[in-house]
């Protein structure tokens, strides 16, 4: 049962533009939603989060957006860049419940075309 | 440069071998995870451990093994490898004690199983 689920494999953006990445998850006890961007041969690095008593989080760029009756969460990028070609993956957890596991979804790769 | 590690960067191993893959952490985290990355099917949680002295499943453990000594060091064992787990394993760790921050990722191991 896939609890997190990006149902965009990959996504095409032309460079200036908004890259709008999609996540939708199933477990109502996740309280913590992150994104993580990944390069080829390299470990996932942190973007941004956003707890579930919020709404709305932007880091320069970067806003991370949560409808929790939708349990849907979107990262926007704007402008984009070429140097956003990656993959992303969002993550959710339950810590507020005790549970430290960190679920992920299985990524989309983002193409900046310059 | 604190953070986390990861060994071997990559390894081909032949089946039915037993292996173990190392990941040490400098950041005193309470938590530290296993995750295994293949094609389509993103980031998926081998084992999980909130804090030394426990571990538990994710959704992939079949075949693997974990332990959790100290605070910094999570060993993955491959009792007995076989080709399906050919994959790249990712090591990361968190904070964890039930606060909501991000996890940090190693920059992986590529397994081989032939």
């Known amino acids: 049962d896939q609890q997190v689920k990006q149902n965009s494999p990959s996504l095409s953006v032309q460079e200036g533009r908004i890259s709008i990445l999609n996540c939708d998850y199933t477990n109502s006890m996740f309280d913590y939603f992150l994104w993580y961007k990944k390069y080829p041969a390299e470990g996932p690095t942190f973007l941004i989060s956003?707890?579930?008593?919020?709404d709305k989080n932007e880091d320069g760029r970067f806003t991370v957006f949560l409808n929790k009756s939708a349990k849907h969460l979107s990262l926007h990028i704007v402008p984009s860049q070429p140097g956003d070609s990656a993959v992303y993956f969002c993550a959710a957890s339950a810590v507020g419940f005790g549970n430290e596991k960190l679920t992920f979804g299985t990524g989309t790769r983002l193409t900046i075309i310059p | 440069i604190a953070g986390i590690t990861q060994a071997p960067t990559s390894q081909i191993l032949a089946a039915g071998r037993r292996m173990t893959l190392r990941c040490t952490q400098d950041m005193r985290h309470n938590a530290m995870y296993w995750y295994r990355q293949d094609l389509g099917l993103g980031l998926r949680l081998i084992h999980y451990?909130?804090?030394?002295?426990?571990?538990g499943k994710g959704e992939v453990p079949d075949g693997y093994s974990v332990s959790r000594a100290n605070t910094d060091d999570f060993p993955l064992t491959l009792a007995s490898a076989v080709p399906s787990q050919t994959s790249v394993y990712f090591c990361?760790?968190?904070?964890?004690?039930?606060?909501?921050?991000?996890?940090?990722f190693g920059q992986g191991t590529r397994l081989t199983v032939v």
């Open positions: 956003i707890s579930s008593i919020k």
């Open positions: 990361a760790s968190r904070k964890g004690t039930g606060l909501n921050t991000e996890a940090f």
């Open positions: 451990s909130n804090t030394a002295g426990t571990t």
